[in-house]
């Protein structure tokens, strides 16, 4: 399957072999994990309950979302505007250039079209209707951050590719030119060709892997963005870790911070942050605007859809954290302040249990599929 994507091989191996985190079969992470992230005793969820799950990891309904094509046309006041597009795909626009993370407009995160968690809320606007991009940036190569038929898409146009080490492999194998493609190891700092806009790769706390046999085998990474006058700081996704105190030593102070909330479990505690490690590793970056990102778009773990979001916003301290909650699709500038308006909760907030049947279909495949697909695959 296509969609698995390819090994590195050749010189972007020996690129591998060479990093830190290499321990002579895979990568790891190099960096302490600080006590008590993992509850060791919790039980890893399992494929059928992703699968065939309480309704409530669900909105009844489509989420309300803004359609940014007009705001688009002009340029922000501030010179920097963030349009959340779903996930952990956001546009930014920083100092006259254009930045896309993580695109994903395919309905599946998952290498299957009928397996796998579905999108429940669509993208506000089609790949056609983007402007112009001056670099897509790509975090790791996990199936909600690295899409195979959005990439297919995207090897259509010229624009240039930013992505941690390995994951190049995948990106050739779908058409995107070697020319177009940067990989950075840790600490790498990339100029865009033709911009005043920087792109360098952090450490992040995760893992990687698309398959059942190339777990660790390409890099993760946090991602920093910096043009003339502004900067921001997008992690991927990544349990807390103390490399963030020197992420800011190194590449602060960031005016928009994009933190993963979504898709967290008791026994992920060391791979993804949830909404109170989030505000830890905020304050370890050194503040800055706070745009939660990685939740409201697929079901990736066993908790309500809008768990992480509402405990987010109950546990920040409004006099500490500037909590920047755009709707879908609204362009909005960090800069600018505004209240926190809770525009998810329309309606009732979830569907009763005996209102959703699981898929038929997807629940076969997950009877027979139980026990050999490696999950999380976010």
């Known amino acids: 399957m296509r969609s698995f994507g390819k090994p590195a091989q050749g010189e972007r191996l020996e690129r591998l072999h060479d990093l830190p985190q290499w321990d002579g079969e895979r990568l790891r992470n190099i960096h302490p994990v600080l006590p008590g992230l993992r509850d060791a005793s919790a039980p890893k969820p399992t494929l059928r309950d992703f699968v ?33 597009l779903g996930h952990s ?21 998952s290498p299957f079209t009928l397996l796998g968690p579905k999108r429940f809320q669509p993208v506000p606007v089609s790949l056609r209707d983007l402007p112009a991009i001056d670099a897509v940036v790509i975090s790791h190569d996990h199936y909600d951050h690295l899409d195979y038929p959005t990439i297919r898409a995207l090897a259509k146009s010229d624009v240039p590719f930013v992505t941690s080490l390995g994951v190049g492999a995948h990106l050739e194998a779908w058409g995107i030119a070697p020319s177009r493609i940067t ?30 046999k190339d777990r660790n085998l390409t890099l993760w990474s946090s991602l920093v963005m910096q043009g003339e006058r502004h900067s921001v700081f997008f992690s991927g996704d990544t349990g807390l870790t103390n490399e963030y105190e020197n992420i800011r ?16 479990h008791p026994s992920w505690g060391d791979i993804h942050l949830g909404p109170a490690n989030a505000l830890l590793a905020h304050e370890m ?6 745009m939660p990102v990685h939740w409201g778009t697929f079901a990736l773990s066993t908790h309500a859809w809008d768990e992480p979001v509402e405990t987010l916003l109950s546990l920040a301290d409004p006099q500490r954290t500037h909590l920047l909650l755009p709707q ?22 979830t569907a009763r249990k005996h209102d959703i049947e699981p898929d038929p279909v997807e629940a076969a495949g997950a009877d027979r599929l139980a026990g050999s697909v490696p999950w999380p695959l976010d």
């Open 52 to 84: 065939c799950g309480d309704a409530d990891r669900t909105p009844p309904a489509p989420l309300p979302a803004d359609d940014p094509r007009s705001a688009w046309l002009k340029p922000p006041a501030s010179g920097l505007r963030a349009t959340w």
């Open 89 to 109: 795909t956001v546009l930014l626009e920083i100092d006259g250039w254009r930045v896309l993370t993580d695109p994903v407009w395919g309905q599946r995160a």
């Open 183 to 212: 990989e950075l190891a840790w600490w790498q700092t990339h100029r865009v060709p033709g911009t005043g806009l920087d792109i360098t790769a952090a450490p992040s706390q995760h893992f990687s892997g698309r398959g059942l």
């Open 249 to 264: 030593d190194r590449l602060g102070p960031f005016d928009l911070v994009m933190l993963e909330v979504g898709a967290f």
């Open 285 to 290: 970056l050194g503040g800055g605007v706070l």
């Open 328 to 349: 879908l699709g609204e362009a909005v500038e960090p800069v600018q302040p505004r209240p926190v308006t809770p525009w998810w909760r329309g309606g009732e907030r």
